[in-house]
């Protein structure tokens, strides 16, 4: 059993340290999706599409971007891109890899004291 945990722990770190590299270069990066609206308490995992050139990757999820928020008091993001929701406002949503960013707006709205409205009722 120690033997099995000390290969995954091998591995993983030999996946972190190919995902270092800088044998690729990356050419096009876009945040999924570029917009948003949403209300506040919420969780979104978002994603990115990325092409590089060079290196020999067969998980373009090796590649190591960086997730920034303009507003942390609106919305917080995560090291692998989760966001949470805090407050009503709007916050930018970037993602970077060696210099290219993609940027998501997201719009937080207060929707405390609204009922909703369910698709079978009419306005």
């Keep these: 059993m120690k033997n099995i945990l000390k290969a995954i ?7 972190i ?3 270092c590299s800088k ?7 876009e945040i ?3 917009e948003m609206t949403t209300t506040i308490n919420d969780t979104v995992q978002m ?8 290196g020999n990757f067969e998980d373009p999820n090796l590649i190591q971007v960086q997730w920034n928020t303009s507003n942390a008091d609106v919305v917080e993001v995560s090291d692998s ?11 930018d949503i970037t993602v970077s890899c060696q210099g290219i ?4 707006n997201v719009e937080v709205i ?3 004291g609204q009922e909703p409205i369910l698709p079978y009722q009419r306005q």
Excluded: H, Q, R
């Design 23 to 29: 044998d690729f270069k990356v050419t096009y990066l």
């Design 81 to 91: 891109g989760i966001i949470v929701t805090k407050a009503a406002g709007n916050a």
């Design 32 to 34: 999924c999706p570029s």
């Design 9 to 15: 722990v091998m591995f993983l770190s030999f996946c």
């Design 101 to 104: 960013n993609s940027t998501c």
């Design 110 to 112: 207060d929707t405390a």
């Design 47 to 54: 994603t990115f599409s990325i092409v590089y050139e060079g």
């Design 17 to 19: 340290l190919v995902s």
